[in-house]
Each structure stands twice: as C-alpha cells, then as structure tokens.
C-alpha cells in the first residue's frame, strides 16, 4: 500500500502542469542540452529568450530547462489526464502526453509537451491499473511541438516574473537605444535605479498595475512585489 501510494505521489507531482515559472534569456554563446548537462548538445550564439519549465541542480551548478520553438511538423499519440473541459481552459497552455498508457513500471518522464491548440482529437477514456483513480484520455496531436532543453545559469539572466516574449521585445529595443551595457544588464535584471526615465521602468518591470498621485507632485506606479516613485518624470526612490 505504502509502495503504490509513493508512485501515485510521484505520478501526481510529475503530471502537474507546466507552471509559469518565468523565462532565461540567453547572453552568451552557451550549448544547449538535451538532458540535464549532457547527452546531445547544440551550439547557440543568439541572445534569445526561452520559457522556463524546470529548474535544477548538477552538483554546485544551476541549470534551467528551456522551451524551444521548433520548425519541424511533427504527429503522434498518447495519452493525457485533463478533460475536455480542462484542456480548452488551458488554451496556449502545454499539456504532458504520456506516449504509453502509464503503469507502475512506467518513467513518468518519457512524455512530450504539446501546445493545446495542436490536439487533434481526444478518445474515449482508459484506466491504468496502477494509477485507478486517475483517468486518461487518448489524443493525436500534429503541429511544431516546442523542444525540451538544458542551459546552465552562467549563459544568461532569469527572471522568473517575465516571459519570453517580454524579454525578447525589452532586448530588442535595448538593443536599438543608446544604453551602457551596465545599465542594459541592470535593465534586463529588473533592478530600478535612481534616476531611471519611466520608460526604463517600463523596460525593467512592464506596465504597472496602476499609478497613484502622491503630495509634492510625486507619482507612484504600483507593482506586484515593488513601488516606484517618480519626480518630475525620473525615478527618486523605490519601496
């Protein structure tokens, strides 16, 4: 009983979804891997911007897992445990398709990630003998599935508040400005100085949530985690 209740636990916290857990942007000429620090292995020289869908560790290394957009059409099956229901509530979402029907003996991670709007159809529902309480669902898919990939923490920042796309836009445009690299680097890190115009807030942080007037003239725009204070257009103090 003890054994099958710690495969379902392992089988529950591997199926969770692929939660938004930021993006890294890649600033160095790094290789990008397969599996976790090795197996196969392709150069990358392009500043770019991946989603995050794992963090780990490789001894004292930090390495992140990576989305990769990929070119290439691909189809299969396999099987998948949301409903109908959950699957359309997920829209752009990934969602895991396990290849094989999974059984105790079963690596949870032999699955491929695959954009909701790429499912072709879903079939009628199975039950595995080693997971009863769950129910899966069988689905084709075809489309340009993302790739799974490794890249250590030194090629780049992380920000586990922004997506890609985000980064990709504020690089871009950073890029095409008059900007030190110091402050480039600051920008991309999220960190907000004195001194910084709100359109460099708004490259660091985004759009705030919302602005407040403050006695003295002074403008506040509100964030998640953070206040920044504006004098005169320049930013005079964060909170």
């Given at each position: 009983?003890?054994q099958?209740l ?6 529950a916290?591997?199926?969770?979804a692929?939660a938004?857990?930021g ?16 197996g196969?292995k392709?150069?990358t020289?392009?500043k ?11 001894g004292?290394?930090l390495?992140?897992?990576?989305l990769e957009?990929s070119?290439k059409?691909?189809t299969?099956t396999g099987f998948?445990?949301e ?5 359309q509530?997920?829209k ?10 999974p059984?105790k003996n079963?690596d949870l ?8 709007h ?11 003998q080693?997971?009863?309480?769950l ?8 489309g340009a ?9 030194w090629?780049g920042?992380?920000r586990p ?5 985000f980064l990709?836009l504020?690089?871009?445009r950073?890029?095409q400005g008059?900007?030190?690299r110091s402050?480039?680097k600051?920008?991309?890190?999220g960190?907000?100085?004195?001194g910084?115009?709100?359109?460099d807030v708004?490259l660091a942080?985004?759009?705030p949530l919302?602005?407040?007037?403050l006695?003295?003239g002074e403008?506040q725009?509100?964030?998640p985690?953070?206040?920044v ?5 320049k930013v005079?103090?964060?909170?």
């Amino acid at each position: 009983m003890k054994q099958w209740l710690l495969i379902f636990c392992i089988f529950a916290a591997s199926n969770t979804a692929f939660a938004n857990m930021g993006a890294f942007l890649v600033l160095k000429s790094t290789y990008l891997y397969t599996e976790k620090g090795a197996g196969s292995k392709q150069l990358t020289r392009k500043k770019e911007a991946y989603p995050v869908v794992g963090i780990s560790r490789l001894g004292d290394k930090l390495l992140y897992q990576v989305l990769e957009e990929s070119k290439k059409i691909s189809t299969g099956t396999g099987f998948v445990v949301e409903t109908d229901q959950e699957l359309q509530a997920k829209k752009e979402d990934l969602v895991k398709v396990y290849l094989q029907l999974p059984q105790k003996n079963t690596d949870l991670k032999d699955f491929q990630l695959v954009p909701t709007h790429l499912l072709l159809a879903t079939g009628a529902q199975e039950q595995s003998q080693a997971f009863p309480e769950l129910e899966f669902r069988a689905v084709s898919y075809q489309g340009a599935v993302p790739k799974l990939s490794w890249v250590y923490s030194w090629a780049g920042i992380y920000r586990p508040d922004k997506s890609a796309s985000f980064l990709n836009l504020v690089w871009s445009r950073l890029e095409q400005g008059e900007y030190t690299r110091s402050k480039v680097k600051r920008i991309m890190m999220g960190l907000v100085e004195i001194g910084y115009s709100k359109s460099d807030v708004k490259l660091a942080l985004g759009a705030p949530l919302k602005e407040e007037a403050l006695p003295g003239g002074e403008l506040q725009w509100v964030y998640p985690q953070k206040k920044v204070v504006f004098n005169k257009g320049k930013v005079t103090r964060t909170l």
